[in-house]
């Protein structure tokens, strides 16, 4: 806990986590995770491009946060995990970045003469 007694802003529930094995199961995660409280959910990315990602969902927030302050570099199955936040509204502003600079992008190209 910060100073005051206060948690910081971005300090949730749920939990996205990274640089998972491709090869690890629900079971896995939940005997990793559920030594921190009870977790209500387990989400795993199975397409392509969300392999090796997760979203763990606690009942708790201060379960939560110990989880991401005790786990985030924890080294299982021989990868460093990285533990975040969820923080669903920086990842609508990125999206929007995203299609700014796509934009940008094109915009420029047509000015110098490239396709």
């Not at 749920?14 to 921190?36: A, C, H, Q, R, W």
């Not at 969300?50 to 199955?77: H, I, P």
């Not at 609508?92 to 992008?105: A, H, I, M, P, T």
Request: net charge positive.
């Amino acid at each position: 806990m910060s100073r005051g007694g206060k948690l910081a802003p971005e300090v949730n529930r749920i939990l996205f986590v990274k640089n998972l094995s491709y090869n690890v199961t629900p079971e896995e995660l939940f005997d990793l995770f559920g030594k921190f409280g009870p977790i209500r959910q387990i989400r795993q990315g199975i397409a392509n491009n969300t392999k090796g990602t997760s979203y763990v969902v606690f009942e708790d927030v201060m379960d939560a946060k110990q989880a991401c302050d005790k786990l985030n570099g924890f080294n299982f199955q021989n990868r460093y995990l990285v533990v975040l936040y969820h923080q669903p509204d920086k990842m609508v502003k990125s999206k929007e970045d995203f299609e700014s600079r796509k934009d940008n992008l094109e915009q420029l190209k047509k000015q110098h003469g490239i396709e």
